[in-house]
């Protein structure tokens, strides 16, 4: 069962367009975290969202949780090719030994 | 800081045969966690360890086992490995936090690419 529905799966766009990531649940989490992968390395934090409809900023990333906390987006501005990588949601229950619930990932790739 | 290191990065096994992934973090983080990778699947937990001496099963543990003797290390043994297994690994570790606003962050080696043939 896949808890957290993350869209698109791919998104290839050219330099400076704006895109957002969504990332849906059914499920109420405690938390929800933003990764950054690139390929031959394991997945970074970006920014962990707490508290229903916090809005955070990280220089041209803006991430979103939902007022419910059971969804969240991600969106970047004016997109550059450094941007390129696979981005995971990532939701905390709380409750369970710390683990993690992870989306599929969207593979986001932006063109010079 | 070397955080969470896995070994072998790379590692090519034949269809029956067993080995050892290595992960081990100098972070003193008590919570370690063991994920495989599949194309378009995101990251599945495979077993989770929340101490020394505890572990536990995690979505997708049917074909492995770990041990987790010290605080540092957790390696996860392949057992008659079949192409199904073929996947990237991830290892990580985090802080212990519980509560309504806990905020469990993981910290991630840079995986072992295993093929199964």
């Known amino acids: 069962t896949q808890l957290l529905e993350q869209s698109p799966q791919f998104l290839s766009i050219q330099e400076g367009e704006n895109l957002t990531v969504y990332c849906n649940s059914s499920?109420?989490?405690?938390?929800l975290q933003w990764y950054r992968q690139e390929p031959g390395e394991g997945p970074v934090l970006l920014v962990t969202?707490?508290?229903?409809?916090e809005v955070k900023k990280l220089k041209r990333l803006t991430f979103q949780f939902g007022d419910a906390r059971k969804d969240s987006s991600l969106h970047i501005t004016a997109a550059q090719p450094g941007d390129t990588g696979l981005y995971l949601c990532?939701?905390?229950?709380?409750?369970?030994?710390?683990?993690?619930?992870f989306g599929q990932g969207t593979i986001l790739t932006v063109h010079p | 800081n070397a955080g969470v290191t896995q070994t072998p990065k790379f590692h090519i096994l034949k269809i029956g045969q067993s080995m050892t992934l290595q992960c081990t973090q100098d972070?003193?983080?008590?919570?370690m966690y063991w994920y495989r990778q599949d194309p378009g699947m995101g990251l599945k937990l495979i077993y989770y360890?929340?101490?020394?001496?505890?572990?536990d099963k995690g979505e997708v543990p049917n074909g492995y086992n770990v041990s987790r003797s010290t605080t540092e290390d957790f390696p996860l043994r392949l057992e008659l490995a079949a192409p199904s297994q073929t996947s990237v690994y991830f290892c990580?570790?985090?802080?212990?936090?519980?509560?309504?606003?806990?905020?469990?962050?993981?910290?991630f080696g840079a995986g072992t690419r295993l093929s199964v043939l």
């Open positions: 360890s929340v101490g020394a001496g505890i572990t």
């Open positions: 972070m003193n983080h008590n919570y």
């Open positions: 969202v707490v508290t229903g409809g």
């Open positions: 499920s109420v989490f405690s938390s």
């Open positions: 990580a570790s985090s802080y212990s936090r519980t509560g309504i606003l806990a905020k469990n962050i993981q910290y």
């Open positions: 990532a939701g905390d229950r709380g409750t369970s030994y710390g683990k993690l619930t």
